[in-house]
């Protein structure tokens, strides 16, 4: 007999960050750009071919493309390994599994490859003006810029795009020459990451099991109970299927949760190593509600408006607060940003999920609408939505809630903070919430408006 795996969420950092090493990659490029008009077939294609007739400029990759891949020694430079190779230090995912990788250089390579882009570059403009050396480039250029974009949309049969209100060039670098290496290695910036793992419960197991229950109390034969049983299991392994799905909701489900703490982890940190008495604070309150409400353990609180705004408007507090994206009201907070790297294992007893993420902070920017800080502008929106026309018909459920989670979560002060028992607090709210529920919102709107300095200094 099986055992289910019971275990729960790992979160760990990976060792070596993975990166690319344009420098060699750059490099080998500028060196098979110049064609060899001796070599045969495709090798000796030439990058850029001017039509003198048609006064058209063509580009054919496949000559450099060519000679890259058959230039003596390329393969092995490119092969992945431990010090060598395009991609480096990177954990290639398993079979049919897709992942991506960038926004990194190999460290130590930055110089060079500033050196080797330089030389793509020249290698370029030598080719251009080897293959344009008899044209007119006036020809190859149009006085009108909005007729040679419709033309270009014409032929490729999509709509004219639309052009941004400005646009600003600047000259990047990747080594400045000012800065040295070591130097940057001093710089406080870095991408935060996190590889969290979740070794689900087998849940498909659990769930044939009431199927077989059930059936059985309907007196239904157990050959077609197994029968239905093989077609739940086998879906399993079919994408696209229900049963597929729902497994891998509970994952994401998981996943979600786990970001959650790593959040509280990160600012946790910050908060030990900043100076400012309001940052722990506010840190510290949002961890308390959290163990509060959120937790396993935590208490229900019911937010009850019924009288002015119905039933449907009415919440547990707990509820809210056990929601990985119900933390995104607060305006000083970090989230999860862009997934690096995922891999799926499906062990005999349960799926097994990893992801590398990476968080980025919300620091309370400006809301480009409103032109208000985003605190202040969730603010005003929860305000007119709930007291604009308090009724029924109100959609208010959520920012009700969000209005309490930030009245017990934001201190009133940066350095000398009002002391607060949050459940005692929370309890109030409610209870005045209950009685004169369009008051007790007014109260909490006008609390947080004079802690919008406070929340600002945060950020």
Avoid at 45 to 64: I, T
Avoid at 173 to 190: H, M
Avoid at 273 to 282: D, E, F, I, Q, W
Avoid at 285 to 296: H, K, M, P, S
Wanted: glycine share 6%; hydrophobic share 40%; proline share 5%.
């Amino acid at each position: 007999m099986n055992t289910p795996n019971l275990g729960g969420a790992s979160i760990s950092a990976r060792a070596r960050t993975p990166s690319l090493d344009l420098a060699t990659l750059s490099s080998l490029l500028a060196a098979t750009i110049p064609a060899n008009a001796n070599a045969a077939r495709a090798e000796g294609f030439s990058l850029l071919r001017f039509d003198a007739e048609a006064q058209q400029l063509h580009v054919n990759l496949r000559g450099v493309l060519n000679r890259l891949y058959r230039q003596p020694g390329n393969q092995a430079t490119m092969k992945a390994g431990d010090e060598s190779g395009f991609l480096r230090d990177i954990e290639f995912p398993p079979k049919y599994c897709t992942a991506k990788l960038g926004g990194r250089l190999l460290p130590g390579s930055e110089a060079a490859t500033t050196t080797g882009i330089k030389k793509l570059q020249e290698a370029i403009s030598a080719a251009i003006d080897q293959a344009c050396s008899d044209a007119d480039l006036r020809s190859l250029v149009s006085p009108n810029i909005q007729t040679l974009r419709a033309t270009l949309a014409k032929h490729l049969q999509v709509n004219v795009p639309v052009p941004p209100a400005s646009a600003h060039l600047t000259a990047i670098g990747f080594a400045p020459p000012g800065r040295k290496a070591a130097e940057r290695e001093k710089d406080i910036a870095r991408v935060l990451t996190a590889v969290e793992t979740i070794e689900g419960r087998d849940w498909l197991e659990k769930m044939l099991t009431g199927v077989r229950r059930k059936f059985a109390s309907n007196d239904i034969q157990e050959e077609e109970i197994n029968g239905v049983i093989d077609t739940l299991r086998s879906q399993r392994n079919q994408p696209g299927s229900q049963i597929r799905r729902f497994l891998e909701f509970l994952d994401d489900e998981a996943l979600s949760r786990v970001r959650l703490q790593v959040t509280f982890r990160l600012m946790a940190a910050v908060a030990a190593h900043s100076r400012l008495p309001g940052l722990k604070a506010y840190v510290e309150r949002v961890n308390a509600c959290f163990n509060l409400f959120g937790g396993a353990a935590g208490e229900a609180l019911l937010l009850d408006v019924s009288s002015v705004y119905g039933q449907r408007n009415s919440s547990d507090f707990a509820e809210h607060l056990r929601k990985a994206l119900f933390y995104r009201a607060l305006p000083v907070w970090p989230e999860w940003s862009i997934q690096l790297f995922e891999a799926r294992v499906e062990p005999e007893n349960g799926f097994a999920t990893t992801r590398e993420v990476s968080y980025r902070f919300r620091i309370n920017g400006q809301n480009p609408e409103t032109g208000k800080s985003a605190y202040a502008s969730r603010i005003a929106r929860h305000a007119e939505r709930l007291l604009s026309e308090p009724s029924p018909n109100v959609h208010g459920q959520k920012a009700l809630a969000e209005l309490v989670f930030l009245r017990l979560v934001v201190p009133d002060s940066m350095e000398a903070q009002t002391p607060e028992n949050l459940l005692e607090k929370a309890q109030a709210i409610a209870k005045a919430l209950k009685a004169k529920p369009v008051e007790a919102i007014e109260q909490l709107v006008d609390s947080l408006r004079q802690r919008e300095a406070v929340m600002d200094k945060l950020a």
